[in-house]
C-alpha cells in the first residue's frame, strides 16, 4: 500500500474516531440532562407524597381547625362562618320559587317548580344575563336596577296559573358569590369585590337590600328569603333530594365545604337556638393550613406570586384553578437545568396560568398509543413540537402526581369533617348513612382525580365506615339550591304548618 493510502486510511479511521467520540459525548450529554429531569420529577414525586398516615394527620389537623373555628371569631384559618340556614329542605317542599345567581360577569335568573316527595324539582326554567363592564365598575344602584328589571322581565314569562295569589309575595333565593358578612339567613353586608368588579359605593352595605331597593322601585314585589353561597346552595340541593345528606363540597376553579353543626357546638354563636337545633356552617376551608400539607418549591413560588400570598392554601394545592399552573412549573424547571425540550427554554412556559387544568386532564386521560393528545397539548399551548413518546410519558406521570396528590387531601378534607361530627366511624346498631354532596367541574370532569378522591376515601374510612358513607353528585347548587333555600325559609311555612 503506499504512502498516501496509508495516511488516507489513518486520517479516515481518526475521523471515524471523532465522529464517533461525539457521537459518545451527545449521548452521555443527553443521558445526563435525561437523568437530571428524572431526578427533579423523583424529588418532586417525593415531595408530593401522601401516604395514609400523613393523610389522617391533615383530616386531624383539620378536625382540630374546626374546633378553633367555631369557639371564637378569628380562632383559626378557617372561619366557620355561621349562615343562618338552620332550615334545610325536607323535600315536601311545593310551590313556585325563584333564584338569582351572581357570582361573575354573567348571572342567571332561575324558576324552579317544586312538588314536595312525590314529584319533587317538577320543572325549571333560567335565563343567563350578561352585565355590561361599565356596571361592573359604577354605581351599586346601576348594577342592583340592572339586575331587577332582568328579574321584572323574567318574571313576566311566569306560566299562567302560577301567579301568586293576592296579598302573597313571590319570593327568591339570592346566590351572591363575593365576600360577605352574613348578619341573617336574608342580609349581608359586602366585605369586597372580586372577580372584575369594583362598586365602590356597594362595601360595607346590605346587598340583599340594594336589591331590595331595586325591586320596589319597579314595583316587583318580590322577597328575598334567603341569601347564600354556591357551597350551601350545594347542601340544600343534596338534602332536598336524599335526607342522609350531611355536608357538601365544591371542587371547581376554587374549593370549599359547607356541613350541617349542632347549634349547641358552636361557642361564638349567641344568639337564639334554632328550633331545628341545626345551624349550617360555611367553612371557607380554602383556606386551611397545615404543617402536615405536602408543600413543594413549586407551590412556595406559585403562592409567592399570587394575588394572595399565604392565603387559602389549601385552594392552592388541591383547586382547579391551579393545578394545571403546578404541572407547567415543574415542565419549567426541567426546561432550564435538564434542557428537557432542547437547548432553549420554550417561551410560553414562563407564561403564568398558560397550562390551564382541564388541559392537564386531558393529557392525563390520553390512552392513545403514541399520547398524540399530550403531543398536541403542547403544540398549540406551549408552541412544543418534536415531543418523544418518551417524554409525553413523563409529563402524564406529573399530571398524575399533581391530581392524586389534590384528590387525596380532598378526601382527607372532608375525612375531617366526618371526625368533627362523628360520622368517620361506625357505632354499634347504626344503620344512617353520611352523604356527601359534591360539586364543581373538578369533581364532575376530571375522572382521574374523582376516582382516586373516592378511593382514598374508602383507604381512610377503612371496609366497615366505608359503607355507610356515600359520595353523591348535586348538580347546579348556585341556582336550585338557593331557590331550594328560597322554599325551606318562606314566610308562609309557618302559615301553611298551622
Known sequence: MGKVAVGVAV?????????????????????????????????????????????????????????????????????MLISYVDNLPSGDEEGLFYALDLGGTNFRVLRVHLGGKEKGVVNQ????????????????????DFIASALAKFVASEPEGFHPPNGRQRELGFTFSFPVRQTSIASGTLIKWTKGFNIEDAVGEDVVGQLTKSLEKIGLDMRVAALVNDTIGTL????????????????????????????????????????????????????????????????????????????????????????????????????????FFGDTVPPKLRVPFILRTPDMSAMHHDTSPDLKVVGSKLKDILEISNTSLKMRKVIVELCDIVANRGARLAAAGIMGILKKIGRD??????KSKSVIALDGGLYEHYTKFRTCLESTMKELLGDEAAESVVIEHSNDGSGIGAALLAASHSQYVAVEES
Open 11 to 79: 486520517v479516515t479511521a481518526a475521523a471515524v474516531c471523532a465522529a464517533a467520540a461525539l457521537v459518545v459525548r451527545h449521548r452521555m450529554r443527553c443521558s445526563g440532562k435525561w437523568a437530571r429531569a428524572m431526578a427533579i420529577v423523583k424529588e418532586f414525586e417525593e415531595k408530593c407524597g401522601t401516604p395514609i398516615e400523613k393523610l389522617r394527620q391533615v383530616a386531624h389537623a383539620m378536625d382540630v381547625e374546626m374546633h378553633a373555628g367555631l369557639a371564637s371569631e378569628g380562632g383559626s384559618k378557617l372561619k
Open 125 to 144: 326554567e333560567f335565563e343567563e344575563v350578561s352585565i355590561p363592564p361599565h356596571l361592573m365598575t359604577g354605581s351599586s344602584e346601576g348594577l342592583f
Open 236 to 339: 340544600a340541593g343534596g338534602k332536598f333530594s336524599n335526607q342522609d345528606v350531611i355536608a357538601a363540597v365544591i371542587l371547581g376553579t376554587g374549593t370549599n365545604a359547607a356541613y350541617v353543626e349542632r347549634s349547641n357546638a358552636i361557642p361564638k354563636w349567641h344568639g337564639l337556638s334554632p328550633k331545628s337545633g341545626e345551624m349550617v356552617i360555611n367553612m371557607e376551608w380554602g383556606n386551611f393550613r397545615s404543617t402536615h400539607l405536602p408543600l413543594t418549591e413549586y407551590d412556595q413560588a406559585l403562592d409567592d406570586e399570587s394575588l394572595n400570598p399565604g392565603e387559602q392554601m389549601f385552594e392552592k394545592l388541591l383547586s382547579g384553578m391551579y393545578l394545571g399552573d403546578i404541572v407547567r412549573r415543574v415542565l419549567l424547571k426541567m426546561a432550564e437545568e435538564a434542557e
Open 425 to 430: 366511624t361506625v357505632k354499634a346498631g347504626e
